[in-house]
């Protein structure tokens, strides 16, 4: 009985090695198909990867973005390649299986990683579109300055107080940003006061033709002197000027020479910017005149004094 059952045993061993073999040898073409396959596209893609970082270097302005996109876009290659290769050899069950966890890791991932994702992905968006590259001058979020360094996951931008901000990616991606360099130019805007006995378009004629001579300001014809509000002691007025920005007149010297300017001009032409003035108007609504206040005050006075 128990050499029978020994035989038996090994005869079912024996089939099932007989089908593996079997099995085998059949996929024997597909695999050696699979194994070319997977040299052929190993050596397609690092031609392309060197390709499509040469394109992204060149479109993108940071080398790390370049970089990291090239490195997905490998990736996702060489798993393409890998899941054509196995379905070669007959196991597309494992393909499905491999993709679904792929799945089920990248949104693990990707709530544990959900603050660096958004600033990773904010920084290959701002790649592409670039809203600003290295040297600009923007302002965004409370910070004003020159972009240094645009990093993967943040930029570095130097303030005009000399201090380094870093600010992320996904700051600059979600709030309105101020670029100061595209267009190249920037209009100051100078508050200037004039006592309510000169004339407006005397003064505004005045202003406009000094401020044209000076040698920073540009579209001379959009030099404009706009009354803005009546004030307490004097007719508010505003003045438009263009520059060049960032150009060889710092933006801080152009408004000093500009509010010099004004103030010249103005005493050139005999032009008074007042000092607050106060008026006391006692006999206003019934109220009594300053004579009679004052003589009251003094009978008043004369009343308490002991005789």
């Known amino acids: 009985m128990d050499l029978l059952a020994i035989d038996k045993y090994w005869s079912l061993i024996e089939g099932k090695l007989n089908n593996w073999l079997e099995t085998g040898i059949q996929h024997i073409p597909n695999l050696i198909v699979a194994i070319i396959f997977i040299i052929f596209f190993s050596l397609f893609t690092r031609v392309a990867g060197n390709i499509i970082r040469k394109i992204l270097r060149s479109a993108f302005d940071s080398k790390q973005i370049a970089d990291l996109s090239t490195a997905i876009i490998k990736a996702c290659l060489i798993l393409m390649g890998v899941f054509i290769c196995l379905d070669f050899v007959g196991l597309k069950g494992t393909v499905t299986s491999l993709l679904a966890g792929a799945g089920i ?3 693990a991932i990707g709530f544990a990683f959900q603050d660096m994702t958004e600033n990773l992905i904010a920084g290959i968006v701002m790649g592409i579109r670039k809203p600003f590259k290295v040297g600009d001058i923007i302002k965004a979020d409370g910070v004003f300055g020159s972009v240094q360094t645009i990093n993967l996951r943040n930029t570095l931008v130097e303030t005009f107080f000399g201090q380094l901000e870093v600010i992320p ?6 709030n309105i940003l101020t670029n100061y360099t595209v267009l190249g130019v920037r209009r100051l805007e100078i508050p200037v006061s004039i006592s309510y006995a000169d004339d407006i378009e005397q003064a505004a004629e005045v202003i406009v033709k000094e401020l044209n001579r000076c040698n920073f300001v540009i579209k001379k014809d959009e030099t404009a002197v706009f009354a803005e509000s009546f004030g307490d002691s004097a007719v508010n007025l505003l003045v438009w000027v263009w520059i060049d920005y960032p150009g060889e007149t710092g933006f801080m010297e152009a408004r000093h020479s ?8 103005l005493e050139n032409a005999d032009i008074l910017i007042p000092f607050p003035i106060r008026t006391l ?11 009679a206040v004052i003589s009251n005050q003094g009978n008043f006075k004369k009343a308490e004094t002991p005789t």
């Open 258 to 265: 500009t509010i010099v300017t004004i103030k010249r001009s």
């Open 281 to 291: 108007d006692f006999g206003i609504k019934g109220g009594q005149g300053l004579d």
């Open 105 to 107: 890791i990248g949104l």
């Open 169 to 174: 990616n996904k700051i600059l991606f979600r």
